[in-house]
C-alpha cells in the first residue's frame, strides 16, 4: 500500500491530464497556490489538510475519496455522472481561455454567495 501522498499526487496529476488543464488551470478552479499544486502532484509536499483536498475534489467535480483511493487498487477511473446540461457546461468551460475560466469561476462564486 502506498503512502496517501503519494496516491494523492497520482490522483491529482490523473485528473488534471485527463481534463487537459495546466496547473495554473487547477489552481484557478481550486484556489490553491499552483506552487502547491506542483508540490502535492511531485509527492513533495506533506499531506494537504482536509479542506485542500476538498478543494480539489470541487474542482475536479469528484470525491474526496475518488482523489485518495489507490490507482493501482482500483480500474484507474473516476467515474462522474453528468446530465447533459451538466456535461455541456463542463465542455464549455474546458474549451475555454483561461482568462475567460477566471470570469465563469467568478460569476458561479457570486451565484452560488447569493443562494
Partial sequence: MEKIEKILAKNLLQLRQKNNWTQKDLSERTNIARTDIS??????????NLTTVEKFAAGFNCSVA??????????????????????????????????????????????????
Avoid: R
Avoid at 39 to 47: A, I, P, R, V
Avoid at 68 to 85: A, C, F, M
Fill in 39 to 48: 508540490k502535492y502532484e511531485s509527492g513533495k509536499n506533506n499531506t494537504p
Fill in 66 to 115: 475518488d482523489l485518495l483511493n489507490d490507482p493501482s487498487q482500483t480500474d484507474n477511473q473516476v467515474h462522474i455522472k453528468l446530465s447533459p446540461d451538466q456535461q455541456q457546461l463542463l465542455d464549455a468551460y474546458n474549451q475555454a481561455s483561461p482568462k475567460l475560466k477566471v470570469v465563469f469561476n467568478e460569476l458561479i462564486k457570486a451565484c452560488l454567495d447569493n443562494n
